[in-house]
């Protein structure tokens, strides 16, 4: 299985931060990488794939960079709806692994 | 617009087998594979599995001996079915949308979500 760890874990921020999200691969996955946003109660909502194409409708304060096995998720002007818990998904090999996830919260 | 909604028993026995079935409203059903994915509380997302409309399935290595997901294509379903559960499975499980003729690809449409409480 290919492990998939975001740091940090919890990240205070203000509104108009901006701010950084890493996740590490156990091994090399291209740019098969995805991000997601989940806010309490509901599914995790698909923000980037192929590690930093933008899906449809996300702000584009959102981006998304790196490649094999370092990657990053940039917001580069928090607004208030941002603060939720992102999760990166691999999806380089037959089986799917997601991150940790990484908790955004107000300073 | 594509949408998921799933339904299912809520609250199981250890022992018992998990059922929930996902109909799909909307968009093109075939060339998709179907997933389904779970959360435990306070947890990260678990990638259950997933299939396509031809039957081809994936699951995930740790959980493969006690999961079955098939497909109903003539209704716009699929399910899944988790077998022996334990109190380790207590968990949200969603089901989604993946890869077009891609399998384990990224999940762009979820369904609500379904808490899943197994207790004795």
């Known amino acids: 299985d290919i492990q998939m760890t975001q740091s940090p874990s919890t990240l205070s921020a203000s509104v108009g931060d901006r701010v950084t999200i890493t996740c590490r691969a156990s091994?090399?996955?291209?740019?098969?990488l995805a991000w997601y946003q989940q806010k309490p109660g509901t599914a995790p909502k698909l923000l980037i794939s192929k590690a930093s194409s933008l899906e449809s409708g996300v702000p584009s304060r959102f981006s998304g960079s790196g490649s094999e096995t370092e990657f990053t998720l940039t917001i580069s002007s928090l607004q208030p709806d941002d603060f939720a818990t992102y999760y990166c998904?691999?999806?380089?090999?037959?089986?799917?692994?997601f991150g940790q996830g990484t908790r955004l919260e107000i300073k | 617009q594509v949408q998921l909604q799933q339904w299912g028993a809520g609250l199981l026995k250890p022992s018992e087998t998990l059922s929930l079935i996902c109909g799909v409203y909307g968009g093109s059903f075939s060339g998709y594979y179907w997933s389904w994915i779970r959360q435990s509380p306070g947890k990260g997302l678990e990638w259950i599995g997933e299939i396509n409309n031809s039957g081809r399935s994936n699951y995930n290595p740790s959980l493969k001996s006690r999961v079955t997901i098939s497909i109903d294509a003539s209704k716009n379903q699929f399910s899944l079915k988790l077998s022996s559960v334990t109190a380790a499975d207590t968990a949200v499980y969603y089901c989604a949308r993946a890869g077009f003729y891609l399998p384990a690809a990224t999940l762009d449409y979820w369904g609500q979500g379904t808490l899943v409480t197994v207790s004795s």
């Open positions: 998904q691999q999806y380089n090999s037959d089986s799917i692994t």
């Open positions: 091994q090399s996955i291209g740019n098969w």
